[in-house]
């Protein structure tokens, strides 16, 4: 504490906050008058408006704006942008774009340059297109699969509420490219055991009788993948 009253006097100029994650340090700073905060890098955010999104909306009249400094171009069967801004910090690598009042466009951004910024259009799920006979219900859900499926992606993150189509989406994307594609060899699938009861070394059975209340939402998707699979006369649904 003598030590940042003696900062905070060295740098009256300079906002001085002692971080601490001893609780009657910052009590003890606070009746010095001292600012005080405790250590937030190791805290799970609470609020997930905070979080990355993975998507950014371009205003109205996106188009109107670029219309003179776009290019376009088609590679590899899809459909590719460049167009130059002021502010290409605001793009991120495979961040997903779309427009308002555009429910058409969307994009994903592929190339950031100094002055400049390339999207590619991305494949629309939400009419013929299916994966593995699923489709996107929504913006967000064909987005999410666009990411899922493309090669170059090697790490996809899903935030949604219960019943948004997580589990069901990713087990679709994972079968078509292990067994239609034959891009992977194996599908491996984790999940937190957060205990409710007793804890799963106490429960009986074997593992496979000790991990299936924690296993019952895979299986209910799969079940449904198997019906679509079947519909559309695939071998794995006849065979499962």
Known sequence: LA???GVIKTFPDRGVVLVSKDINMRIKATALGIPAEDYLSDKVLDDTDLLYSGKLALPSDFWQRHADNLESWQDDGATHYRFITEKPECFVINQCL???GDPNFMAMVTAIEEKA???RLLKDYRNRAK???IQARNAEQNMALNLLM???IDFVSILGQ???GKTLMTLAAALTQTLDERRFSE???TRATVSVGEDIGFLPGTEEEKM???MGALEDNLEVLQRTDESLGGEWGRQA
């Open 3 to 5: 030590v940042v009253r």
């Open 98 to 100: 779309s427009i308002d």
């Open 117 to 119: 910024v390339t999207v």
């Open 131 to 133: 994966i593995w006979g």
């Open 150 to 152: 493309d090669p170059d």
């Open 162 to 164: 219960a019943g948004t």
């Open 187 to 189: 599908i491996i699938v």
């Open 212 to 214: 299936a209340p924690w």
